[in-house]
């Protein structure tokens, strides 16, 4: 694959490239978590929530803050994955095992790992309970939980998986079918859908479909393949900037979207998917398939949904700007768990994690937080095997663009940073508490134009 540099060059690339030099060597070699000489507590100064993006880099933070002997994640998987490549994983251009290292590997040195499962938040005790039986409190609390996929939402699945033809991108159980299904695709319709709830990663849905009529395309294949799009949504994208970009590639590849459609039923055996009307409660509609990519109905974590720091939705309830729990001060919340009104993706979390960082410290001195999170996320939209469109956009769905070009075009120099730099970043640099979005870079690349 053609090296980044050689593809974005110049003054700018090489100030980005110092930049990320700076950063590894920060980062520091790779240390392991083994757990080894320290002694399993029952308080802590810190308690992370969740071993995902979120907590760990938040546990990164915290121990420069407080040491690492006074912070603890609990977190139940033995592994850790890079998710935002499931993308490519799904479409055959990256291999699963690249997603994935042992959870030891990421959890900062030093750090307690509790290897267990939180089954319910006591905020008016500072304590929280797992499924080990154990009580854990603590002087401040991050929570960084994560997002619930809810399969079984829709009549069929998940037992529909073991049919042939039908995957998924959002689950490490199924992002291997969406690859074999497009491998197998021979002719009829091929269909991605969206459901009615909140997602991590709002454009992976579509994503995934522009890159099987690259592969039709790329195979011989696409005359024979009806693309359709069913969302439950009444637009293709939030950030009108970006839509109009999207609008345009879905006319020219002749792809076909329907809004206000939502995925009810799957009959797999058959390969039948139904859709309700949105705008005409009870009205169905079976559409047959060849290939099906299924995004699943998502939810707060069930623990949370009845949780005192919970909003009526279920989702965490903090400040949107300086991501404190509106109610307990000495709560935190970081990531897809939160009510944050945004997209939840990684790069929203890393910018979230240096804004939480900076509040955290100063509550801990007992002044007021200063920095503000003004909402920023970015989707890399993946519109074939080798261009992305980087949609970066804030609270207010205005873009906050990084680069000093249109990023709604096409761009090679933005797919090898998705594929590539994106998860050494993501690895060696947010992980480990050194991350905090790309505010910084915005403001290299301005001062490399003056």
């Known amino acids: 694959m053609t090296p ?5 060059s110049g003054p700018r690339a090489r100030l980005f490239a110092c930049f990320l030099r700076l950063g590894t060597q920060q980062a520091g070699p790779v240390q392991l978590h083994t757990g080894a000489g320290l002694a399993a507590k029952n308080h802590y100064e810190v308690l992370v929530l969740g071993g995902g993006s979120g907590g760990i880099t938040m546990a990164a933070r915290m121990k420069r803050r407080v040491g690492a002997d006074n912070v603890a994640i609990v977190e139940p998987s033995e592994r850790h994955f890079y998710q935002p490549i499931w993308t490519l994983v799904g479409a055959g251009a990256k291999q699963l095992s690249s997603s994935g290292r042992p959870t030891a590997s990421v959890i900062p040195s030093g750090v ?17 309970h797992t499924d080990n039986g154990k009580e854990i409190s603590y002087k401040y609390l991050i929570i960084a939980l ?14 529909g998986f073991e049919h042939p033809k039908i995957g998924s991108n959002y689950s490490v159980k199924t992002v291997e079918k969406t690859w074999k299904a497009l491998q197998d695709f021979k002719e009829g319709n091929a269909i991605f859908t969206f459901p009615n709830t909140p997602v991590k990663c709002a454009g992976a849905p579509q994503k995934i479909m522009y890159l099987s009529e690259a592969y039709f395309r790329k195979t011989g294949k696409r005359s024979k393949a009806n693309i359709i799009f069913n969302t439950s949504l009444g637009a293709i994208f939030g950030v009108k900037k970006y839509a ?36 005409k409660p009870g009205e169905t509609q079976v559409i047959s398939y060849e290939m099906l990519h299924v995004t699943p109905p ?17 989702w965490v309830d903090v400040d949107k700007e300086t991501l404190q729990h509106k109610k307990y001060p000495n709560v935190f919340g970081i990531g897809d768990c939160t009510n944050l009104p945004t997209s ?23 002044q ?14 993946v519109t074939g095997y080798n261009r992305v469109i980087l949609a970066e956009f804030d609270y207010n769905a205005q873009p906050l663009e990084t680069f000093p070009f249109d990023q ?22 947010m992980l480990r508490g050194y991350w905090g979005g790309p505010a910084i870079l915005r403001k290299l690349f301005h001062l490399g134009m003056s």
Do not use: H
């Open 244 to 279: 109009a970009a999207l609008q345009e590639i879905i006319q020219e590849r002749n792809l076909t979207v329907n809004y206000k459609q939502n995925l009810i039923e799957v009959r797999a055996d058959r390969q039948e998917a139904v859709f309700e009307n949105l705008d």
């Open 112 to 128: 307690e790992w509790i290897k267990a499962r939180v089954t319910e938040l006591n905020p008016d005790k500072n304590c929280i």
């Open 408 to 429: 709604s075009k096409e761009r090679l120099s933005m797919y090898l940073m998705k594929a590539d730099l994106m998860p050494f970043l993501y690895w060696n640099v």
């Open 146 to 159: 994560g997002i619930q996929l809810d399969y079984e939402k829709i009549k069929g699945l998940p037992e």
């Open 298 to 314: 998502m939810s707060p974590p069930d623990v949370l949904k009845t949780s005192p720091v919970a909003d009526a939705a279920g």
């Open 368 to 381: 007021t937080p200063t920095k503000k999170y003004d909402g920023y996320t970015s989707c890399p939209l």
């Open 344 to 366: 939840k993706t990684a790069a929203a979390v890393a910018a979230q994690s240096g804004v939480l960082d900076r509040t955290i410290s100063l509550i801990m001195k007992n």
């Open 4 to 8: 980044l540099a050689t593809v974005v």
